[in-house]
Structure formats: structure tokens, C-alpha cells
């Protein structure tokens, strides 16, 4: 292990599962086969508002990522440093695993992380604070589940109105460049006077703090040499970032595996006659196609059992399926995508499991009707199994570091943290250690 690498020290945890990593999201419906990707981007380098500070010394800080994770590195940061520039950088135009999607004249449907818990005292806290200021509301118990035990025992939470209403309060305020991917990392010395492109290369990991860092995206590079950079994103694209630059972080996440999952929005007129709102298979998927099946104009506004959609949107049943991971991953990078055969599996096996609609499988399901919406989210990068150990990585001798749900969240009480709560808790703990490493230089 090289000197200068920080591992935070924790409590033996066991790994879990958490859902829905920050992830490349395509979207399917019948009509189109959108990608992500091809989101237009900015023009050029020239965009940024990112200007050259003329010798202020305030310590330049980049984020890699502006899901919960980053956002909260970024707030954390800036509340013990409040003098830092920060920047995030997110390749997508929302804010990763809390996803919501809004259909004009059907309704909203949080495709991603559907609820959260809060298992450590310090997100707790946080939760506390974000409920008196009604941005989230506890999810009452009301699922039916083949381990019902284990479903029960955790409290659950919900965003209000929605779940992409989180990470856009966390952003209030923040330097967000988007949509814009960040591909290399790049060591440079820094030289008095000198701006991005007058940088001179170095090797990759110089001792002190003698240099700063470059960042190259697909169609230039950031105006601007960052003191420290973070990279929040999930562990298989923080490895092809890291690897050329740091083998210390590398080696740290590259056992860390994301598994698939496709999320099927479907929206009825009507009743489909399923006796429950929510639904959680076991470990196995029961059939090997459901994971999970919600309907989500329930728990919109965080009240289960409140009649009809958001305000201002139409009333009828719009449900949420997640797909196992081993059929996630069957399909999920086939191309052409076979999204008729996803969503006739999907209803096929709802029908089955609920005795809703018809038998026959195809996409009259819920009372025989057509569905009056229909898409398909393909996540490459959902859940994380065997989550790095240390709840975040730094190497203080070129300020380099790592964090996101693909890190252990044990420390502080997290044990069995999932998702949005291990996200959380790395982006904290490593915002912390930066405004730490900053403070120190100033004494």
C-alpha cells in the first residue's frame, strides 16, 4: 500500500446489496430507443463558467459525479471550508439512482431507488432535518414480500414530491457542469502564471503537493487545474479513471461489482386488481424476472394509500418493476434491445404472481387493458455486491480521492447500510477529510 493513502478505519461489516447505483440510464419505449449518451453536450471547454482566478488562493476542488454521494462530498466541503471552489461534473442530465421520470398526461415514476433507510445515527440526524423541512416523509409498511420479516424491520423513506427532489436540494447553490463526461485524470506541476493549457505533464503520482489536476472530457479539456479531485461514480467507471493514476484506489475498488437491472414503467387507466402496492421477491426472484413490483401513485407525496397521482396529474395505477439481475443481465446490452419481450415477461409475470388480467402474457395486463404508457430503464450499474471496505478513499500526497455506495458505509453506525444511505455516509466522510487536508496547509 503506497504512503499517503487514507483508508478510514471501520468496524467489521457484512457486505450487502444496495440498489441503484449511478449508472448510464437508456431509455426504451415503443416508439424510441433513446440513449443517454447521445444527450447533446457542451460545445466546447469554452463553455464552462470556469475562469482562471488570477493568483486566489482558495483551494479548487472537482467533483466527478453530482449523484448523493458527490452532492453531499461537495456541501460537506464547503460547510468546513466554506473559502473552496467547488465543482462537480456529471456526464447525465439527472442525479443518478434518485431518478424520477415525468410523462406529460400520465404522471411521474421514481425508476431508480424507490425509498431509502437510515440505519446510522448520522443520516438519522440528516433524515430529522430533511422531514421537519418536509422534503422527506416516512413510507408506511405495506409490502408483501417472501421475507417478510426482514422487509419489516427497517424503516423506509420517501422524497417528497419526488425522488430526484433530494439530489436537486443537495445542488442548490453548487457549480454543476452538465452534461459533460470526464475521461482522463492527468497529473500536472503547477508553474506560477500558467493556466490549464500551459501546464507541464508529471508523472502520476508525484510526492507533496507540488501539482494539480487536469481533466480531459470527450471533446476537450476543463479550463482550470483543480487542487484535489473526487471521483463519486460507480466502482467499475472510478476504476478506468483511477487506474492510469492511482494502482493504490484501484486495487481498493477493482473487486467491487455492480450487477444490471431493467426497470419497466407501466401505467393503467384503471384498476388492475393486484391486492398489494408493493411487492419484493427473495434473494432468487421466485420466477427469475420480478425483483420487485410497486405501484408508485401510491406512495407519491410519501402517503401510501393516498387516492391518485401527484397534483396536477392524471389518476390511475402507474407501477414500477425491477427485473432480477441475472435476467437484467441478459438483456440489458443486447442490441437491438428486445423491449416487447422485457415488458410482455414482465406483465406475464405480474399477472401470474397477482392474478391480475389476463394469462396470456403480451401487454394486456391489469383488467384485460392496454397499458396506456409503457418504457423501459435499462441500469448498467444498479446494485453493488462486496462494496469496497473503507467508507471512502484518499491519498493525501496528490489529493486524490473516491467515494459512493460502492464503499462501505460501516463507519458512524452505517453497518447494513444500503444505497442512498452508504452514499451518504462516504460523501460526508470524505468532504470532511478534504476540508481536513486544506485546513491543515493553512496552519
Not at 409490502?143 to 436537486?168: C, G
Not at 467491487?256 to 388492475?272: E, F, I, N
Request: charged share 20%.
Amino acid at each position: 500500500m503506497r504512503s499517503g493513502l487514507l483508508l478510514h478505519p471501520l468496524s467489521a461489516t457484512a457486505a450487502t446489496t444496495a440498489p441503484f447505483l449511478r449508472s448510464p440510464r437508456i431509455t426504451a419505449t415503443f416508439a424510441t430507443l433513446t440513449r443517454a449518451n447521445s444527450l447533446p453536450r457542451m460545445a466546447s471547454s469554452a463553455s464552462f463558467s470556469i475562469e482562471n482566478d488570477g493568483g486566489n488562493t482558495a483551494p479548487k476542488v472537482a467533483i466527478i459525479g453530482a449523484g448523493i454521494a458527490g452532492l453531499t462530498c461537495a456541501r460537506t466541503l464547503l460547510t468546513s471550508c466554506p473559502t473552496a471552489r467547488v465543482s462537480l461534473f456529471e456526464k447525465s442530465t439527472s442525479h443518478g439512482r434518485c431518478a424520477t421520470r415525468t410523462v406529460p398526461g400520465i404522471g411521474s415514476f421514481d425508476h431508480g431507488a424507490p425509498h431509502f433507510s437510515a440505519l446510522s445515527p448520522a443520516f438519522r440526524e440528516q433524515v430529522q432535518t430533511w422531514r421537519e423541512a418536509g422534503l422527506v416523509v416516512p413510507l408506511s409498511p405495506f409490502t408483501s414480500s417472501s421475507d417478510s420479516t426482514s422487509a419489516a424491520a427497517t424503516a423506509r423513506y420517501v422524497v417528497h414530491p419526488s425522488m430526484r427532489t433530494l439530489p436537486t436540494h443537495l445542488a442548490e447553490g453548487l457549480a454543476v457542469h452538465r452534461p459533460l463526461l470526464i475521461t482522463k485524470l492527468e497529473y500536472v506541476r503547477k508553474a506560477q502564471g500558467q493556466d490549464a493549457s500551459q501546464e507541464q505533464s508529471a508523472p502520476s503520482s508525484p510526492p507533496g503537493h507540488q501539482g494539480g489536476w487536469a481533466l480531459h472530457h470527450d471533446q476537450g479539456t476543463v479550463p482550470e487545474v483543480f487542487d484535489a479531485v473526487v471521483v463519486a461514480v460507480p466502482a467499475e467507471q472510478s476504476c478506468a479513471l483511477l487506474s492510469p493514476v492511482s494502482p493504490a484506489l484501484t486495487s481498493l475498488l477493482a473487486p467491487v461489482r455492480s450487477r444490471p437491472c431493467l426497470s419497466v414503467l407501466v401505467a393503467w387507466d384503471g384498476p388492475t386488481g393486484a391486492p398489494w402496492s408493493e411487492w419484493t421477491a427473495d434473494m432468487d426472484g421466485e420466477d427469475g424476472i420480478l425483483a420487485s413490483a410497486r405501484r408508485d401513485d401510491l406512495k407519491t407525496a410519501g402517503r401510501p394509500g393516498r387516492e391518485g397521482g401527484r397534483e396536477g396529474e392524471r389518476v390511475g395505477e402507474l407501477w414500477v418493476f425491477h427485473t432480477t439481475p441475472e435476467y437484467s443481465a441478459r438483456y440489458i446490452q443486447t442490441e437491438p434491445f428486445p423491449r416487447e419481450k422485457v415488458v410482455s415477461d414482465v406483465l406475464r409475470s405480474f399477472s401470474g404472481k397477482f392474478g391480475s388480467g389476463e394469462e396470456g402474457g403480451g401487454t394486456r395486463q391489469g383488467g384485460g387493458r392496454k397499458p396506456a404508457y409503457v418504457a423501459v430503464q435499462r441500469w448498467l450499474y444498479s446494485q453493488t455486491d462486496n462494496p469496497a471496505r473503507p467508507s471512502y478513499g484518499w491519498e493525501e500526497g496528490v489529493r486524490l480521492g473516491a467515494c459512493g455506495d460502492g464503499w462501505e458505509g460501516g463507519r458512524d453506525g452505517g453497518e447494513g447500510a444500503e444505497g442512498v444511505e452508504r452514499a451518504w455516509l462516504s460523501g460526508k466522510g470524505l468532504g470532511e477529510r478534504i476540508a481536513a487536508s486544506f485546513t491543515r496547509k493553512k496552519r
